[in-house]
Nanobody, 119 residues
């Protein structure tokens, strides 16, 4: 069984930095795309950044030039710089196109990690 586990959230002051990590565990052959989404209180879940297996990335306009997504085998990271209070949200890891020995999964979500930006 494949699971996604996020880590790295927490409380940070405005202007600070955090690094989120997401690890996909299990007998995985490949993952087509991994990324980060976030959901602030009272708002819908939104895309933050995604990265394809080949390295192509896509960012939300609100985080361009501040956040950087990167990946390694079955891992995805989000480096967040110049954090703003409006970045406060639960951040979710997502994996798409997961191939495993017994077939795979179209997509999976992690349980989420809370990022709070406040002074």
């Amino acid at each position: 069984q494949v699971q996604l586990v996020e880590s790295g959230g927490g409380l940070v002051q405005p202007g600070g930095s955090l690094r989120l990590s997401c690890a996909a565990s299990g007998s995985i052959f490949s993952i087509s795309l991994m990324g980060w989404y976030r959901q602030a209180p009272g708002k819908e879940r939104e895309l933050v950044a995604v990265i394809a297996r080949g390295g192509v990335t896509n960012y939300a306009d609100s985080v361009k030039d501040r956040f950087t997504i990167s990946n390694a085998k079955n891992m995805v990271y989000l480096r967040m710089n110049s954090l703003k209070p409006e970045d406060t949200a639960v951040y979710y890891c997502k994996a798409v196109g997961i191939r495993t020995a017994d077939g795979g999964y179209p997509e999976l979500w992690g349980q989420g990690t809370l990022v709070t930006v406040s002074s």
